[in-house]
């Protein structure tokens, strides 16, 4: 047991647990004012819902004992046995309790990054059924096969440092599912849909980047060279995306907007995190230069696509997290991280169909589970509320409050 | 007298005021509207989408003036709202039929 490395992970959950709130301010700017403490809602609840789920059985699901290499038997409900000895498959020298409260906070924030699809329409209730049910059905399962002792993507090889599979595509496609089966907001296409408060959208975009060094650099476990290396290539990544963004922007619609810059940041973020500690400072510049601009694009094809999906979840992190997945297995390099391996760029390209490999089985099973699921609650409990409390606006309708008295 | 409703470009409202001080306006009330005429429109674009954006932010000045000044405000407000551009604004004079000031009671061009 190492009393730096409790501590480093320890302030690094306390980090990723800001970004759920963090997330909660950006998705708020983006809505219009009449929908921006049920967004809020939506991101600040799952701090509740999922903390408890996990405690219960989530964390079990995805980290106990393997069952088939594809999930986490039951032996750790309720955290039996989740002591305050390191678990030595997971650390050495942290607490197996530390462990487990750092990837709560993981557990926590995916499950609300989907918010954003179907956000200024979803009923609260049949918000919530769905968050159990995937946290539990989707998440669960997916955070073993990548990170879980025994799961089959890690047995394959699979680097995903801090979770570009496990979070980011994981969530970016069952937006995509969320957005086809929900349907388009009222008034799509004919009336703007324009933010209400971007300078809540740019702080939160600050908290995201901010805590998405616990993320990442946390990712290590220890304190030591690999949090500083995969620090390091969080902020670099990030810094190009800002800039390549912008950039595009610029030249396609001749003006760099604040809205750019914070989506750029979080598409940085995004395509770095798999990469993040398997690759030097260089490549995470160009990681993140690529996100900014194919991420850009990506929102972009969402119009001549047709689907709603309202804050572009799918667009930044579904994309960007298939970017940095496939980027990982490009740029990864032993002499960064041992415990690594080596990209295409480095001398094995095996590594970019293993990873390929990862973002494929990620796609389909989430992509799959996500759409049944919502199927199932819209045929029983309904998942949009009425055209007459959209218009009239969701913090009202569903919560009886109002986010502005002025 | 009467009532000048000035709707003019937000960034006009100083130049005005200041203008309006000079020659001895005494009070004023100033709103933030949103409106169009001729001008339309603006084009916003957010994530590279272009939205149409009917209402132009505008500010709404209303001074009350007797009847001798009504010339004087209207041409100070013309004076120094004027760019030359589309998108000035307007300004409209409204006959008003009492005043009274509620801490003395006092009514009519007193009250002013």
Redesign the interface.
């Known amino acids: 047991m190492n009393p730096a490395d409790t501590a480093f992970v320890l302030v690094s959950a306390a980090l990723v647990m800001l970004m759920t709130p963090g997330l909660a301010l950006f998705y708020g700017g983006m809505v219009r004012s009449k929908n921006v403490l049920a967004t809020i809602m939506q991101n600040f609840i799952l701090l509740g819902v999922v903390g408890v789920q996990w405690a219960l059985f989530g964390y079990s699901l995805a980290f106990g004992p393997d069952v088939g290499h594809l999930i986490g038997s039951l032996d750790w409900v309720g955290l039996n046995g989740v002591g305050l000895e390191p678990f030595k498959a997971y650390s050495e020298t942290i607490p197996h309790q530390t462990f487990m409260i750092y990837q709560a906070m993981f557990a926590i924030i995916t499950p609300a990054l989907i918010t954003g699809a179907w956000a200024e329409r979803m009923k609260f209730s049949a918000f919530l059924v769905f968050m159990v049910l995937w946290a539990t059905l989707v998440y669960d399962p997916v955070a073993h096969w990548v990170w879980g002792d025994g799961g089959w993507l890690k047995n394959l090889g699979a680097l995903d440092f801090a979770g570009g599979t496990v979070v980011h595509i994981n969530a970016g496609i069952a937006a995509l599912a969320a957005a086809l089966v929900m349907g388009r907001r009222h008034g799509f296409g004919t009336e703007?849909?324009?933010?209400h408060n971007l300078p809540m959208t740019i702080l939160g975009a600050g908290l995201l980047w901010f805590g998405w060094f616990g993320f990442n650099a946390g990712s290590a476990l220890a304190a030591g060279a690999l949090a500083s290396s995969a620090f390091t290539a969080t902020h670099l990544a990030t810094c190009a995306a800002v800039l390549s963004w912008v950039g595009a922007?610029w030249f396609?619609?001749g003006?760099p907007?604040t809205?750019?810059a914070a989506?750029g940041a979080v598409a940085g973020l995004v395509a770095v995190t798999p990469a993040a500690g398997y690759v030097g400072p260089m490549s995470a510049i160009l990681i993140g230069l690529g996100a900014g601009i194919v991420c850009?694009l990506a929102?972009?094809a969402k119009?001549k696509l047709g689907y709603d999906d309202s804050l572009?979840v799918v667009g930044v992190h579904c994309i960007g997290g298939i970017w940095g997945a496939l980027a990982t297995g490009l740029f990864a390099t032993k002499a960064v991280n041992a415990a690594g391996g080596d990209g295409l760029f480095f001398g094995n390209p095996g590594q970019l169909g293993i990873q390929a490999l990862a973002v494929l089985a990620t796609l389909i099973f989430s992509f799959v589970v996500s759409w049944v699921l919502l199927k199932l609650i819209d045929a029983t409990m309904g998942l949009r509320v009425t055209t007459e409390d959209e218009v009239a606006g969701l913090d009202l309708a569903e919560h009886q409050e109002a986010g502005y008295s002025l | 007298m009467k009532k000048i409703e000035a709707i003019i470009q937000p960034f006009k409202v100083e130049p005005v005021k200041e203008a309006l001080h000079k020659i001895s306006v005494q009070g004023m009330t100033v709103t933030e509207v949103k409106g169009f005429g001729r001008q339309k429109g603006i084009r916003?674009?957010?994530?590279?989408?272009?939205?149409?954006?009917d209402f132009l932010p505008k500010v709404k000045i209303e001074v009350v003036a007797p009847e001798d000044k009504v010339k004087a405000v209207v041409e100070t407000i013309i004076k120094n709202a004027r760019t030359g551009r589309i998108g000035d604004g307007k300004i409209f004079v409204f006959p008003v039929e009492e005043v009274i000031r509620i801490r003395t009671g006092e009514t009519g061009e007193d009250a002013v």
């Open positions: 703007a849909f324009i933010p922007e396609h619609r003006k907007t809205l750019g989506s850009y929102v972009l119009v572009d | 916003e674009v957010y994530r590279g989408m272009e939205y149409q954006v």
